[in-house]
């Protein structure tokens, strides 16, 4: 059985920085892109960029590029979401997904459960 | 802002069919295939639709999509108490060069 499994909830001050996780099993992880959507509270999805765990390339979504660094380490199966420097606007559940190998973009097969960030002074 | 337009609430009585549309543009859906996804409050989205009308294993099909220029739609027929949820439409925007979601439906059973 395919499975995303993410970190847990996370509560930050403006200004600290943060890395959330998205560990995947039951399928051969380093063949799959892997990408992350946000989610605001009371809004909609918004796709944040994707990585391929075989060489690490990346792609960003220009609303998130320069905020986020995406990054891989297939020897763990993980993947990862880190801010440097967190802003309240920040605050939203993080889900990480599995990109179809038989669909275009974004068509997100498995789905973690979300990681909620929470940042407040 | 989404460039994915739809609207923001459908309903229906059980067994009815009811209907969400997304409207996009030459850059998004009029040149790429679309998505939908399901989200239960609560939960995380579920892949419903892929390549405009095509459905996962294990997706039910009262579950139907269809794409005609630069709109799709998504039908549910037979609606059930468990299809309230929001519903999204997604592609691939190619001006913008990143995934694009629609603004999102919540469906209600009554």
């Known amino acids: 059985e395919v499975q995303l499994v993410q970190s847990g909830a996370e509560m930050k001050k403006p200004g600290e920085s943060l890395r959330i996780s998205c560990k995947g099993s039951?399928?051969?992880?380093?063949?799959?892109?892997i990408g992350w959507v946000r989610q605001m509270p009371g809004k909609g999805l918004e796709w944040m960029g994707i990585?391929?765990?075989?060489?690490?390339?990346?792609r960003y979504s220009p609303s998130f590029q320069g905020r986020v660094t995406i990054s891989t380490d297939k020897s763990l199966s993980s993947a990862y979401l880190h801010w440097n420097s967190l802003k309240a606007s920040d605050t939203a559940i993080y889900f990480c997904?599995?990109?179809?190998?038989?669909?275009?973009?974004?068509?997100?097969?498995?789905w973690g459960h979300g990681t909620l960030v929470t940042v407040s002074s | 802002q989404s460039v994915l337009t739809q609207p923001p609430s459908a309903s229906g009585t059980p067994g009815q069919r009811v209907t969400i549309s997304c409207s996009g543009s030459?850059?998004?859906?009029?040149?790429?295939?679309v998505k939908w996804y399901q989200q239960v409050p609560g939960t995380a989205p579920k892949l419903l639709i892929y390549?405009?009308?095509q459905r996962p294993s294990g997706v039910p099909d009262r579950f139907s999509g269809s794409k005609s220029g630069t709109s799709a739609s998504l039908a549910i027929s037979g609606l059930q108490s468990e299809d309230e949820a929001d519903y999204y439409c997604?592609?691939?925007?190619?001006?913008?060069?990143?995934?694009?979601f629609g603004t999102g439906t919540k469906v209600t059973v009554l």
């Open positions: 997604a592609a691939w925007d190619d001006s913008l060069n990143e995934g694009v």
């Open positions: 990585i391929y765990p075989v060489d690490s390339d990346t």
């Open positions: 039951g399928y051969t992880f380093s063949n799959f892109w």
């Open positions: 390549a405009n009308d």
């Open positions: 030459s850059s998004n859906i009029g040149s790429d295939t």
């Open positions: 997904a599995r990109q179809s190998s038989t669909a275009s973009w974004p068509a997100f097969d498995h």
